[in-house]
């Protein structure tokens, strides 16, 4: 049963909003914690709703919109709060159903102690687009350069493993095997690389796109003193966190990436497993792979500050996993230089390759 308005609108205290495409399920509490309001609105209606609200504390699971309706409320003079889908789940009573949702939203609201996401303004949400957009791209000519290899296999004609392999070697095999692939076949082919060739021109506008603003941004240029951190990296965390205010330390942003150990500890007894894997998994998966370019490179870490702790921590575990550590230290450092605006103390003539 549906739960009823027992307090006055007048001492709203939070409301909770879940955001959907078109509606909008608002679910408010006042200071004693009794329900005064529970209602759906158009999206269109939001401003015009807002308006007759007492000003309060608004809160909102992170998801698609969330950053604007925040601005926007923010801007009437209202305190969102951006909450992650993984604290609301908690507080959901009942079933699953929209007045749910919201309720549980401004449960959680009212936590003093619950992290929120950090509002993106629209630089952010432009660069995060970005980066979107890229790695779809990239997933896209992937998939197709594995559709060529695999039509080819078909022909009984197998590319030694590499993009630029199959690249510098694709018009020959066309050319040298024409009696072998059918004439259909033959079109598909070169519809594919087609494809291909226009992926590569796509994805090499964006990226320089990318690079014209990590060279332009200072927080970006400053992530970049970093060994093996470029414009890759120093952009997608600058959209991610802005100026990265959510963290109150570096091990904190490093646990938000996911390059920590899992825990599971109980009775004084603590039990760490592999990394959690929580946050964004894309600015993980940059992590991993700038640390990994490090380690490609042992006779250049005496040139870094953590040269030694890194040959120290190779020589005592496994491979991949001094790369997660590496990885982590690296976060760290880049949220201390990212929140303090200064540079990383790599001597200039120690750069390298950096994503």
């Known amino acids: 049963m549906c739960a009823k308005k027992t307090g006055r609108l007048e001492n709203l205290a939070v409301v909770g909003v879940d955001i959907g495409k078109d509606t909008f399920h608002l679910v408010g509490f006042d200071r004693a914690g009794q329900l005064v309001m529970r209602k759906q609105i158009k999206r269109l209606a939001l ?3 807002f308006e007759q609200l007492p000003r309060c ?4 699971e992170a998801c698609l919109s969330a950053h604007f309706v925040s601005r926007t409320l923010r801007g009437m003079g209202f305190e969102p709060r951006i909450i992650p889908a993984i ?3 908690p507080f959901n009573k009942g079933q699953k159903n929209d007045y749910n949702d919201a309720e549980a939203i401004a449960e959680a609201a009212l936590r003093p102690n619950l992290r929120t996401v950090s509002e993106k303004n629209q630089d952010q949400l432009d660069l995060q687009a970005l980066h979107r957009v890229r790695a779809r791209l990239v997933s896209r000519r992937t998939a197709t350069i594995n559709q060529i290899r695999a039509f080819l296999i078909e022909q009984g004609i197998t590319v030694r493993s590499g993009l630029r392999a199959l690249k510098n070697s694709f018009e020959t095999i066309l050319e040298q095997r024409r009696d072998e692939i059918s004439p259909r076949m033959r079109s598909i082919l070169i519809g594919l690389y087609g494809d291909w060739l226009w992926l590569d021109k796509r994805i090499e506008d964006i990226s320089g796109e990318i690079e014209e603003i990590s060279r332009t941004e200072e927080n970006c240029a400053n992530i970049m003193t970093i060994p093996g951190i470029g414009p890759m990296i120093s952009t997608a965390m600058v959209a991610a ?3 990265g205010e959510a ?3 570096g091990r904190d942003f490093a646990a938000w990436v996911g ?7 109980t009775g004084g007894r603590t039990i760490l497993g592999r ?3 929580r946050g964004s998994r894309y600015l993980r998966m940059l992590f991993v792979q700038a640390a990994k370019v490090i380690m490609m490179r042992p006779h250049r870490w005496s040139d870094f500050s953590f040269g030694s702790w890194l040959t120290e921590a190779v020589a005592r575990m496994p491979r991949n996993k001094a790369a997660i550590a590496l990885a982590n230290k690296l976060a760290r450092t880049a949220w201390s230089l990212l929140r303090h605006g200064t540079r990383f103390d790599a001597p200039k003539d120690a750069a390298m390759e950096a994503i």
């Open 247 to 249: 963290f109150d330390r």
């Open 87 to 89: 604290f609301v789940k």
């Open 259 to 265: 390059l920590v150990p899992r825990q599971f500890s």
């Open 47 to 49: 401003t015009a709703i």
């Open 275 to 277: 990394i959690t894997k």
């Open 57 to 60: 504390i608004v809160g909102m």
């Open 241 to 243: 966190v802005g100026k």
